[in-house]
């Protein structure tokens, strides 16, 4: 049940440090071992490449993992749509591995795509938060994402989960491989450090409510900015916006804003900036600059060891490879006050269903 919250999109927001706490109990011991299927992890080990295979924020999701399988484990791999890879498929690489990412495990989309993998011969692990789910019954491995039942349509701690779950099959890989990048990641610790970052964040909402009140009403466009880790992070944060609050939200790599988009920015336009990732900083900063001398309203979110006396968000410092942990809450945040604030359902949005069970 809701309890005394007004709505679950809210409730499943709160529950996220909670869920990294399951996810670390679940498998990661304090012996720094993963305990997670030995015979996944040994079939996972002869692939040479992984296509992660998704819909929606899952998708997201998966962007995020294809880094952290190819930084921790030195494994190649890459997200696709579920909607797009079904029909038309890349050219496989000799040994593929796939991954399949769906909280409700019943998405048409994937399941296609499961099914013509499986006629191919592939091994296939769906990454689920149903157990005994369609995907995960059609599957040769589950791994289970231990974030409890999630109601709101809009998915919240279903992302965070598949983000941290990722992390451990990454970092279980890179240990079996001995890669000095999985050995030095003491993940176990570095996610209770990320559930603390969340928990401060979500402790923090009366301020991101204020944020909302100055830069969002009667907006008909926004835009999310980033790059490198901070990028998919954008998309995440954009599809929330989108689907919860019908602002028109796009997510953009930021130095891809002047090739074209810049072009959309007008009087007040929020643009909405991720500043998490050390390399790539300066230059988001300077995007951002861009867009405000073209009369935006701009709102930054930076990581603390980054953040200038004028940003608007401080994400608290955590390992660079889980950012979007840390930095998608004041996002789903930003969504659900903008959406209440306009009288919305914000756990049932026009149009969408909790799962989409045709392709
Ligand atoms: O159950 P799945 O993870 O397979 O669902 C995928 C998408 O339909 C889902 O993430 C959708 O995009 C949500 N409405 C996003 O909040």
């Not at 670390?24 to 490449?49: F, H, I």
């Not at 909280?103 to 005994?132: C, F, I």
């Not at 964040?201 to 830069?215: A, C, F, H, S």
């Not at 028109?248 to 959309?264: M, N, P, R, S, V």
Request: glycine letters at 6%; a negative charge; proline letters at 5%.
């Amino acid at each position: 049940s809701k309890g005394t919250y007004p709505y679950y999109m809210l409730k499943e927001i709160d529950e996220q440090p909670a869920v990294m706490r399951r996810i670390v109990d679940a498998y990661l011991p304090a012996d720094g071992s993963v305990s997670v299927d030995p015979a996944l992890v040994q079939a996972l080990d002869q692939a040479d490449r992984l296509y992660i295979v998704a819909a929606g924020t899952s998708y997201h999701a998966g962007l995020v993992g294809a880094r952290l399988f190819e930084e921790v484990a030195g494994l190649p791999a890459e997200a696709y749509l579920a909607s797009e890879f079904g029909y038309h498929m890349p050219l496989l690489s000799q040994h593929p591995f796939f991954l399949l990412l769906s909280q409700s495990g019943e998405t048409a989309d994937s399941r296609e795509v499961l099914v013509k993998v499986k006629k191919m011969g592939y091994p296939v692990l769906t990454m689920t938060n149903t157990a005994g789910s369609t995907l995960s019954r059609e599957a040769d491995y589950t791994m289970l994402l231990h974030a409890g039942p999630e109601i709101a349509v809009a998915s919240t701690k279903a992302y965070t989960a598949q983000i941290g779950v990722q992390a451990v099959l990454a970092k279980a890989l890179g240990m079996y491989r001995q890669q000095p990048a999985a050995n030095d990641f003491a993940l176990r610790h570095q996610l209770s450090i990320a559930a603390a970052g969340m928990q401060t964040l979500v402790d923090e909402k009366d301020q991101i409510k204020n944020l909302v009140g100055q830069y969002m009403p009667d907006q008909h466009d926004a835009f999310y900015i980033g790059r490198g880790a901070d990028y998919p992070l954008s998309l995440e944060a954009a599809l929330k916006l989108k689907e919860v609050s019908y602002v028109h939200t796009e997510g953009f790599a930021a130095g891809e804003l002047k090739h074209g988009t810049i072009a959309l920015i007008s009087e007040d336009t929020p643009v909405l900036a991720f500043i998490t990732d050390d390399a790539t900083a300066a230059h988001t900063r300077s995007n951002l600059q861009e867009t405000e001398a073209r009369g935006a309203h701009t709102l930054s979110i930076v990581s603390e060891h980054l953040a200038e006396p004028t940003d608007n968000i401080v994400l608290p410092d955590v390992d660079p490879r889980l950012s979007a942990l840390v930095g998608i809450i004041p996002a789903q945040l930003i969504a659900y006050y903008t959406a209440l604030g306009k009288g919305l359902d914000v756990d049932k949005p026009r149009n969408l269903a909790k799962s989409v069970t045709v392709e």
